[in-house]
Nanobody, 125 residues
Framework: EVQLVESGGGLVQAGGSLRLSCSYR????????LGWVRQAPGKEREGIVC????????FYADSVKGRFTVSTDNVKNMMYLQMNGLRPEDTARYYC??????????????????WGEGTLVTVPS
């Protein structure tokens, strides 16, 4: 059974940093793509990062490019999202997602069939 558990969310001032973690189990790192999707209150979901070892692809949404960095620890079955230069518009619930995916484009998450419960990030204005 695939399981994804996020952690690391919290309240951070604008300009600050946070590192989100996603612990995954039930699959190998090169079987499925991993990604992060966020949803702000009253807004649509936004696919911000997707990473595939199998296809050797990485996607970053323009809204986070240059500020957020994805990394993995394949021994610990972990994925991380280092978020720097946080802005109020980054306030959202962040979900770890996994699935068969080539990580092409902002809607990469649509066929992703494994989701975590999410972790909340709040950046006050």
């Amino acid at each position: 059974e695939v399981q994804l558990v996020e952690s690391g969310g919290g309240l951070v001032q604008a300009g600050g940093s946070l590192r989100l973690s996603c612990s995954y189990r039930g699959f190998s790192f090169n079987d499925l793509a991993l990604g992060w999707v966020r949803q702000a209150p009253g807004k649509e979901r936004e696919g911000i990062v997707c990473f595939s070892w199998l296809w050797d692809t990485t996607f970053y949404a323009d809204s986070v490019k240059g500020r957020f960095t994805v990394s993995t620890d394949n021994v610990k079955n972990m994925m991380y999202l280092q978020m720097n230069g946080l802005r109020p518009e980054d306030t959202a619930r962040y979900y770890c997602v996994a699935g068969e995916n080539r990580c092409r484009g902002e809607y990469f998450y649509l066929p992703m069939n494994h989701w975590g419960e999410g972790t909340l990030v709040t950046v006050p204005s």
